[in-house]
């Protein structure tokens, strides 16, 4: 109201009472959330757990690549010492033909932060092993290897 160029003021009174939300509405719109995010949630783990499964296969392949060029420069697979480090450190004077480094930014970890294993071939007619523990980092049955299962 104004009264003569002034204003009234007028007592807080029903209009204050509802402004904002009670207690009750956002006890619901939090409940909501929770629920979405219940039917939600499992389904996002799922593929980012299905995402590292396809990195760890992909860097397997790529390691597994490394290593066959690496076999057409010096003529052997790594030994079990040497492992997967002679892809990316090797001594010209002691590996006659190694022309590494074979990996541009070193051997990687896995997605969960374990290193790959590397099984030296058995004889010449098997090539290298390479494959991850999976999540677990232990071995067992969620050991990842490239597609082939090689």
């Known amino acids: 109201m104004k009264l003569a160029g002034r204003h009234i003021l007028k007592p807080r009174g029903d ?14 719109v939090l409940a909501i959330i929770a629920l979405i995010a219940a039917l939600v949630g499992p389904r996002l783990f799922a593929q980012l ?5 396809t990195t760890a296969r992909v860097q397997v392949r790529s390691l597994e ?14 030994t079990e010492s040497e492992g ?23 051997v990687p970890l896995d997605p969960w932060g374990h290193g790959y ?22 071995p067992g049955p969620d050991d990842i290897y490239n597609n082939s299962g090689t």
Not at 18 to 25: D, F, Q, T, V
Not at 49 to 53: G, I, R, S
Not at 65 to 78: F, K, N, W
């Open 15 to 28: 209009a204050a009472l509802e402004a904002g939300y009670s207690l009750l509405e956002i006890l619901i």
């Open 117 to 138: 294993v590397y099984e030296p071939p058995v004889d010449t007619a098997h090539p290298p092993r390479v494959h991850s523990l999976g999540p677990e980092g232990k």
């Open 84 to 106: 997967l480090t002679l892809l990316v450190q090797g001594d010209r004077k002691q590996v006659a033909g190694w022309n590494g480094p074979y990996l541009a930014s070193g």
């Open 49 to 53: 757990d299905h995402a590292k499964v």
């Open 65 to 78: 690549t490394a290593l066959q060029t690496m076999e057409l420069d010096i003529g052997r697979y790594p």
